[in-house]
């Protein structure tokens, strides 16, 4: 079994600051990339940031600049250091990770349960 736990989101002001956490354990063998997405009430869920195991990384438009996503790779844990928010940027935000359980396996993807992030002003 693989979980991903995210922790991090609550409500913050136009202009602050938040960062969100994603742990994944379990039974993993190999990560190829962890990420962040986001869906907003009415729309469809979309990509926010991205990172390979290698440390490359990928960033929707909207966010860069703004956002940072990190890894800590011996604790399979995810980091999405967000500035300047603005009330655009609320949504729920879901951890995601594309990984293999065992050697013989292929890579899939699993998803954490979200955590909301609210931008007032």
């Not at 991903?4 to 742990?23: D, K, M, N, P, Y």
């Not at 354990?25 to 009415?42: D, E, K, L």
């Amino acid at each position: 079994q693989v979980q991903l736990v995210e922790s991090g989101g609550g409500l913050v002001q136009a202009g602050g600051s938040l960062r969100l956490s994603c742990a994944a354990s379990g039974t993993i063998f190999s990560i190829n990339a962890m990420g962040w997405y986001r869906q907003a009430p009415g729309k469809q869920r979309e990509l926010v940031a991205a990172i390979t195991s290698g440390g490359t990384t990928n960033y929707s438009d909207s966010v860069k600049g703004r956002f940072t996503i990190s890894r800590d790779n011996v604790r399979n844990t995810v980091y999405l250091q967000m500035n300047s928010l603005s009330p655009e940027d609320t949504a729920v935000y879901y951890c995601n990770a594309n990984l293999k359980r065992y050697a013989g396996f292929s890579f899939h993807d699993y998803w954490g349960q979200g955590t909301q992030v609210t931008v007032s002003s």
